[in-house]
């Protein structure tokens, strides 16, 4: 990785030097060896401070919104989940292409430097394991799926077997199982809404959570409020989810959201077809569920 | 300025309110209401406000927002001038006379009224900011002696949108050494007084700096220009008081949104001197 | 002196729940943090007294995530409030840390001081306990000593427990240090036990002079570069223990309800949403300078100690690796002419 590094420095330093972009988006190195961060170059001088190493999990995509009103040019690094985040801002017109230059990663698989950071804290007693993140375990999209430059040798999907596997066991359950599996679910959740920040897809200006005139969603944390949080959210994130995983690497309570997000992903293949959220960038095109066709299925109303 | 000693007027319970009637609901304007209120029993006000301070004024089942008392008549009602904006004032907005409604308060400073004796005042407000203003000035005209010249600068969006017109152009002017300008913003068919922003008409009437006390309410925007005005006329910074909005919840100093720096404005403003503001970041 | 040993401390914390909801640091399922004696599920649930701390902090026994505050009923023209709901129970928090009892008496400023006492906080702090568990090995994060802590002898406890290898010595410290004392008087036995070596701090944190500086560096630069990866989510403040901002909403259904309160955060864009959609912390550095601000400097000048206690929680769970102690770093470091 050492290599990638070294390349996707010198693609920055030349792109500054050319004058072509105003800042590059990638990771920097923490003062320990697990600390791999979100990073923001503005020079050709900070080039030097970009890495990619096996813990450069965190979804740049998510910083482009930091510039979505601005005017930089950008160029940014991205993994095959982080590319995916950028289709789903150029469907929802948040950026447009013309102001990026990006550089693909194909991505070998990362570890979760909040995994390790956990580890190291102290505050648990059993270690977690130091693997692949579990995210990257589940990854079917590990070579961005939209670049102007390539770096490293392509890479297969590390997913195994029937990603749907759990979902199609909750669907077994009866209602009653249900709603109780997921009101338990849901109960822990302490509605620090870092789901909804660290996630790409939810680009949303004025958050409906945020809405307090009406107010969709009240503020306790109980289980109905936080069981319409996340149904709302969730349902927001039907056809637009692109399975980075972040929501579910970051919550601090371990709630295990990508259940739901399979759950939604599942449907909206089986009712709408056409390729998942995020997994190929045609100008102009929508998600299935940001248009509406009179001929759209309506059996899950 | 975090005042250790402030004295404890409040309930023993701060954050729950007392149930008041609103005896009287006054149209001032489109979209501001004045309602008078008064304990249920038909006696008295829930508290005593000072010129400047506040209450926490609820529809208990929709919400709860703060609000200068425009004026408390002794003991006969606590007023309170509301300007439609949101949940709650939407929904205060559609109540009628009779309705229990819920106070907290008093809250805040108020404005220093003692430190402003023999002075000469000038008060510049625009749109809903004539309502704090309202209290301090009301207080002067009670005890006229204590206090010099008073002029009046008051600014709005049109003619409809002045609040308290019989004030403004009937009694207020007849006051001794007193004198109001009124100004809205673009020219209408039916006002021939001035027509332009607070600021340029108050450099216009340029009332003097000479021992004068300016106070100043209104949208922000209208109080960084006139704040940029009054030092081009010469006042300093101990001869500005002004009073700042922020979001608030609690009201006494708890909840921790209203803070700029160390200071809460629910607590320790939300009148401030010029000179008191200049210490502060920025947030203002 | 008294000791509590290890053998018995599930018959204690069962005594002890007789009378008190006791709360207790423990692995519950996938979270981590300050939950009930009785919800302790044998087999399930592991008690994490002997760990170095938990995820959520003992906060909410005295600040409840959402807290009821007054019954509300509305009909017609007339309006009740015919409940409050202050809450006195008696509480034990069991086993805090010194940074999380350090957490509690800083919010025992903000709610009992300054002019006006809040009957709600008020009510559940006169009910409750802390018994703090003192600490002889701080871990990677912690720096609980530079933020006036002292993690051996954390002011504000009622009693200290201190781990001596097969029992707690119990150090009783005040009154109702003394009333819970009483609770299990028979299960604590008299005798020597030799306390655990103190080891030094891992983090070297240089806090004297950081509240002062600050004063001076609001418009620094150096907010722009610290706050870029911050995604302005909360968690930070969520499992701090001395975060205490709350939020007041109301519940209704038809005509009945109740008005009640919940934690918030600086972090978040609603917070300080003015009318007519300005916002004095709109833009997230502004909203990531508070909370810092906040902790290291304003706190200190109004209430004459930091807002962060050194727990070192959020420099372990924020996705984005925002690290109090690297700020605070930053800010000695900082040139101030810029
Ligand atoms: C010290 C002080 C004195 C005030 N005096 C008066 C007065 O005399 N007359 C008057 O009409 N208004 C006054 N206000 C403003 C008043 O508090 C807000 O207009 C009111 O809270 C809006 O409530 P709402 O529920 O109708 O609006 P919401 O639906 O809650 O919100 C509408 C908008 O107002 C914002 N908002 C909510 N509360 C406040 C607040 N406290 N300050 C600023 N914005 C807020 C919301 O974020 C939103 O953008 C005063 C505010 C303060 C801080
Ligand atoms: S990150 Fe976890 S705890 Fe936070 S709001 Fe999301 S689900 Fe809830
Ligand atoms: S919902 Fe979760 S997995 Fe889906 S895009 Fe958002 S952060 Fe990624
Ligand atoms: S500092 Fe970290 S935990 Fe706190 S809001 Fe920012 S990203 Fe979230
Ligand atoms: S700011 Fe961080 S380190 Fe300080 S007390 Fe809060 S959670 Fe602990
Ligand atoms: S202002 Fe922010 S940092 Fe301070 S207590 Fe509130 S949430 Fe915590
Ligand atoms: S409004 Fe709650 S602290 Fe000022």
């Known amino acids: 990785m050492k290599e990638i590094t070294n390349k996707v420095q010198a693609i920055a330093a030349k792109l500054f030097e050319e004058g072509k972009i105003d800042v590059f988006l990638a990771w920097e190195k923490g003062e320990l060896n697990f600390k791999t961060k979100s990073y923001v170059a503005r020079n050709a001088l900070d080039v030097k401070n970009i890495v990619f190493d096996e813990y450069s999990i965190y979804n740049v995509s998510n910083s482009l919104l930091k510039f979505r009103d601005s005017h930089e040019r950008i160029g940014i690094a991205v993994k095959g989940c982080d590319s995916r985040g950028i289709v789903r801002l150029l469907e929802d017109l948040q950026i447009k292409r013309d102001r990026l230059y990006i550089v693909g990663i194909p991505c070998p698989g990362m570890k979760d430097p909040l995994a390790a950071a956990r580890n190291h804290g102290g505050f648990s007693k059993k270690q977690e394991e130091d693997g692949l993140a579990k995210k990257c375990l589940d990854c079917i999209q590990p070579n961005p799926v939209i670049y102007d430059e390539l770096v490293g040798p392509e890479q297969s999907p590390r997913q195994q077997g029937d990603r749907f596997a759990r979902v199609k066991e909750i669907e077994q359950m009866s209602a009653d199982e249900r709603y109780k599996f997921w009101e338990d679910t849901f109960s822990t959740c302490i509605r620090c809404y870092a789901c909804r920040q660290v996630c790409v897809a939810c680009d949303c200006r004025t958050c409906i959570f945020d809405e307090m005139k009406p107010q969709w969603v009240g503020r306790e944390n109980s289980s109905t409020d936080n069981m319409m949080y996340h149904l709302v959210k969730h349902s927001h994130m039907a056809g637009r989810c692109i399975e980075c995983g972040e929501c579910e690497r970051v919550c601090p309570v371990n709630i295990p959201l990508m259940l739901l997000n399979r759950k939604l992903i599942k449907d909206v293949g089986t009712l709408f077809g056409g390729p998942e959220a995020g997994m190929q960038y045609v100008e102009g095109s929508k998600p299935p569920l940001s248009v509406y066709r009179e001929n759209d299925p309506d059996s899950f109303l | 300025m975090p005042d250790q000693d402030h004295k404890c007027t409040c309930s023993e319970q701060p954050l729950v309110p007392t149930i008041v009637e609103v005896i009287d609901i006054i149209d001032r304007t489109p979209d501001v209401k004045s309602f008078f209120v008064r304990n249920v029993d038909g006696n008295g006000v829930p508290f005593q406000v000072a010129p400047g301070q506040c209450g926490m004024v609820s529809h208990l089942p929709i919400g709860e927002a703060m609000i200068s008392c425009t004026w408390q008549e002794e003991q006969e009602y606590l007023e309170f001038a509301i300007k439609r904006v949101g949940l709650l004032t939407d929904e205060l907005h559609q109540i009628e006379v009779g309705q229990k409604i819920g106070v907290r308060g008093p809250y805040g400073n108020g404005f220093p009224v003692d430190a402003c004796k023999g002075r000469d005042m000038v008060f510049i407000a625009g749109g809903i900011g004539l309502a704090p203003l309202r209290s301090f000035i009301k207080y002067c005209f009670k005890n006229r002696a204590d206090y010099g010249k008073i002029t009046i600068l008051y600014g709005s969006r049109s003619k409809a949108d002045l609040c308290f017109k019989e004030e403004l152009f009937e009694l207020w002017p007849q006051e001794t050494n007193t004198e109001v300008f009124v100004t809205i913003d673009n020219a209408q068919a039916d006002w021939d007084g001035h027509v332009g922003f607070v600021p340029s008409y108050m450099e216009e009437v340029n009332p003097s700096s000479q021992g004068a006390i300016a106070v100043v309410c209104g949208p922000p925007i209208m109080i960084k220009f006139v704040l940029q005005s009054l030092e081009k006329m010469g006042y300093n910074d101990d001869q500005v008081i002004t009073t700042l909005e922020m979001r608030m919840k609690c009201g006494i100093g708890k909840c921790g949104r209203c803070n700029i720096g160390s200071e809460f404005i629910c607590l320790d403003g939300p009148v401030y001197y010029l000179k008191q503001l200049r210490d502060l970041p920025p947030e203002w | ?338």
């Open chain 3, 1 to 338: 002196m008294k000791v509590l040993s290890k053998a018995k401390l599930e018959a204690a914390l069962n005594k002890l729940s007789d009378r008190n909801e006791v709360f207790v640091p423990m692995q519950k399922g996938q979270q981590s943090g300050y939950f009930t004696w009785k919800s302790f599920e044998n087999g399930q649930d592991e008690l994490m007294l002997d760990a170095l701390n938990v995820y959520q902090s003992p906060k909410n026994a005295v600040l409840p995530q959402t807290e009821k505050m007054y019954s509300i009923k509305s009909q017609g023209v007339e309006v009740n409030i015919d409940q409050t709901y202050e809450d006195a129970h008696p509480t034990i928090i069991f086993g805090a840390r010194g940074c999380d009892v350090k957490g509690i008496i800083a919010m025992d400023d903000v709610f009992l001081t300054r002019g006006y006492e809040d009957s709600f906080y008020k009510a559940r702090r006169s009910g409750n306990t802390i018994i703090a568990n003192a600490c002889y090995e701080p871990g990677a994060n912690c720096f609980c000593n530079a933020m006036e802590v002292n993690s051996l002898e954390p002011v504000g406890a009622d009693v200290i427990l201190r781990d001596a290898g097969d029992g707690y010595v119990w150090e009783v410290k005040s009154d109702k240090g003394e009333a819970v004392t009483a609770l299990i008087a028979d299960l604590l036995e008299e005798k020597e036990a030799k306390l655990p070596e103190v080891k030094p701090f891992i983090q070297k944190v240089d806090y004297s002079g950081v509240a002062e500086k600050l004063k001076s560096m609001f418009d620094h630069p150096l907010w722009d570069k610290l706050s870029q990866p911050c995604i302005n989510c909360g968690m930070c403040t969520y499992v701090c223990p001395s975060c205490y901002c709350f939020d007041i909403q109301v519940k209704m259904w038809g005509e009945e309800g109740y008005r009640f309160r919940a934690w918030d955060s600086c972090m978040f864009e609603e917070y300080s949403r003015e009318a007519g959609g300005g916002n004095p912390r709109g833009a997230s550095k502004e909203r990531f300078r508070q909370r810092f601000l906040h902790k290291l400097e304003f706190f200190k000048e109004r209430y004459g100690t930091p807002l962060c206690t050194g727990c070192g929680r959020c420099i372990i769970v924020c996705p984005t690796d925002i690290n109090i102690v690297r700020i605070i770093d930053a800010v000695k470091e900082a040139e101030i002419n810029a």
